[in-house]
C-alpha cells in the first residue's frame, strides 16, 4: 500500500522479480541488436531484465510495466538507434533520461536501482514517522483517532479488559509489542504498565 500510486505498482528494485523492462517501439533489426546486447550485458551482471516483445502497442507495453511496478524501463525506437541514445524511465518518480549507448549501462542501471531503493524507503519511512505519536493518555489517543489516524505508541497493563476498551476507540488492536517498560502507566486503567505496544486499525 505504501510503494504505489495511481499508475499501479511500484516495487523496490531488492525484491522486484523483473527489475528492468527493454520495451522496443520498433521491431527492426537494428533496434533488436541494441535490445539483445543491453539484455545479454545487464543479465550476465546478475540484473533480471528481460525484453518486451509481445505484440501489444509500444503504449500499452510502457503502462504495463508501470503498472506492474518494473524499476527500470529502457525505451528503444529507430529515434533512439539512430541517435546512439537510450530512454531510461525509473518507476518511482516516473522520470525519464536520454544516456548514450556507449555510456556503461550496467553500473549506469545498477547506480539507478540503488537511487531507486534509497528513495522508496526514505520515502516510506519519513510517511510512516509522520503519522506515528508517542501518547500517554487515553483523551489524546481518541483525539488523534478522530483527527490524524496512524499509529499509536502507547503504554498498556496488560489486562485484556483494557484492550478491549482501546478496541472501542475506532476499532484500535494491538498491532506489535515494542519494548519493556517499568516507568509508564496504563492510559485506561493507570495501573502500571508492562509493555509499551503499538496499537493501530486494521484494513
Do not use: Q
Given at each position: 500500500m505504501v510503494h504505489g500510486d495511481d499508475y499501479g505498482l511500484i516495487l523496490p528494485p531488492r525484491v522486484a522479480p523483473r527489475q528492468v523492462a527493454i520495451v522496443k517501439a520498433t521491431d527492426d533489426e537494428e533496434?533488436?541488436?541494441?535490445?539483445?546486447?543491453?539484455?545479454?550485458?545487464?543479465k550476465t551482471a546478475g540484473i533480471k531484465?528481460?525484453?518486451?516483445?509481445?505484440?501489444?502497442s509500444f503504449g500499452y507495453k510502457l503502462a504495463e510495466s508501470e503498472v506492474n511496478g518494473i524499476?527500470?524501463?529502457?525505451?528503444l525506437g529507430k529515434r533512439e538507434v539512430s541517435s546512439g541514445q537510450i530512454t531510461v524511465?525509473?518507476?518511482?518518480?516516473?522520470?525519464?533520461?536520454q544516456i548514450s549507448t556507449n555510456d556503461d549501462i550496467v553500473k549506469y542501471v545498477t547506480d539507478l536501482m540503488e537511487d531507486i531503493q534509497n528513495n522508496l524507503y526514505n520515502r516510506a519511512k519519513e510517511r510512516r514517522d509522520s503519522?506515528?505519536?508517542?501518547?500517554?493518555?487515553?483523551?489524546?489517543?481518541k483525539k488523534i483517532m478522530d483527527t490524524q489516524p496512524g499509529f499509536i505508541y502507547a503504554p498498556w497493563c496488560g489486562s485484556t479488559e483494557c484492550e478491549l476498551k482501546m478496541k472501542e476507540i475506532k476499532g484500535l488492536k494491538s498491532r506489535c509489542i515494542s519494548e519493556n517498560n517499568?516507568?509508564?502507566?496504563?492510559?485506561v486503567c493507570g495501573k502500571k504498565s508492562k509493555?509499551?505496544?503499538?496499537?493501530?486499525?486494521q484494513y
Open positions: 533496434t533488436n541488436d541494441l535490445a539483445n546486447n543491453l539484455y545479454n550485458k545487464l531484465v528481460f525484453i518486451d516483445s509481445s505484440d501489444k524499476p527500470v524501463r529502457l525505451e524511465a525509473r518507476r518511482d518518480t516516473l522520470e525519464k533520461k503519522m506515528t505519536y508517542h501518547v500517554k493518555t487515553l483523551d489524546e489517543i517499568d516507568t509508564e502507566v496504563c492510559p509493555h509499551i505496544v503499538v496499537w493501530g486499525i
